[in-house]
């Protein structure tokens, strides 16, 4: 069905007109235009509950193709749990770590020259753990791209408008309460305030990453597990503007675990890692720009390219973590940072036995071409 000129009605924005439908990164996208001004939508998705069609033909059409983009987004969704279920089991589980000992080896280490050959070996397991985040602006300065705060309503529009943020459209969430007109914005700040909304908006407040849920077709929540990030490795936070591509998606923050919890579904505990040490970094907008993740990282077989999926998390391998590290020092040279930056890259790479002369470039998804 032809869907240009197609007349649709916006629960905010009022009446438009399709205008355009492109494909872009394998996912379907409507341009709508409202007198003269033009929005993307990701489609259908976006017909689920904020715009609707005014031509009867169209709107069973739409309800139709939001019908079956559900049933296979469930079987995607089973099939990645059964994934994760698979690489849980094969983790290894009960690998010891005695910090005292660690940490009088990086003290050890730290006073000799960097230039002192260990060896790194090259069949290490993947303890790192990258998170994507949705885009919070909360907090925003020139130290830090947000994450510390409410977001703003702008942003807010734009994470529910583009699709990509489950959370901030569910019914549950207080910023679909505010979108849908139910609440203004000073009863928001109050629910964030007394209650808070989201994982984003704490981030760099309590610099603890959690797995989240996940939640079957009946809509019953099960926490999920983190079992291969480990305590003295490194916790990555990466996030994208609304605008950008999953291959512009950056690095924002960074710390160093030294607490992690697995996740008990007994008592509906999602896994989560945190920082209590000095070892922790954030980036400005500037800065974080310069950090794409893509550069970085790449899966084992390197044939998904930029593509992340809905999983929440990603394991790394130390010499990825240490190239982030190392980029970061050189980031933050000239800064306030620059002595902390400095001493996190050589604790990190101390404390886990590499040699910092002997990492590597960067052999990231972006950087294979």
Known sequence: ????????????LGEGTICDHKI???????????????????????????ITAKDDNFKQYV?????????IDKK?????????????KN?????????KTKVARAKKQNTKSTSTKVKHSKTEKKHN???????????KSDEQVGFNGLCSS???????????????????????SYYDGEIDRDELERIYEEEGICYESNLLKKWTARAGFSYDEDGEATPRRIVGAKVDHLCILTTRNPEDQENERYIFAVFLID?????????????YVKSNSKYKIKLSAKEAKKLLFWNYYHDKDGTEGTRWGTGLFRYMTDEMAAQILRDIAKVKKGTSDEKLADDFFKYFCAINNIDIESISQKKGALKRG
């Not at 069905?1 to 905010?12: F, L, T, Y």
């Not at 990164?25 to 904020?50: M, R």
């Not at 983790?91 to 910090?99: A, F, Q, S």
């Open 129 to 139: 753990i990258a998170f994507k985040y949705n885009f919070c602006d909360g907090g």
């Open 154 to 176: 702008k942003t807010i529009i734009e994470n529910i408008e583009s699709g990509r943020s489950e959370w901030c459209k569910f019914g549950d969430c207080a910023c679909a």
């Open 63 to 71: 309800s139709e193709l939001v019908q079956k983009k559900q049933i």
């Open 91 to 99: 983790l290894v589980r009960d690998e010891p770590v005695i910090r």
């Open 76 to 88: 995607e969704a089973m099939s990645r749990t059964l994934e994760r279920q698979k690489e849980e």
């Open 259 to 271: 607490e992690t919890f697995p996740g008990d579904q007994n008592t509906q505990q999602e896994g």
């Open 24 to 50: 872009r990164s394998g996912a379907s996208y409507i341009i709508v235009d409202f007198d003269g001004e033009h929005k993307e939508f990701q489609f259908p998705d976006i017909f689920k509950s904020i």
């Open 1 to 12: 069905m032809d869907i240009i000129g197609q007349v649709v009605e916006h629960k905010s």
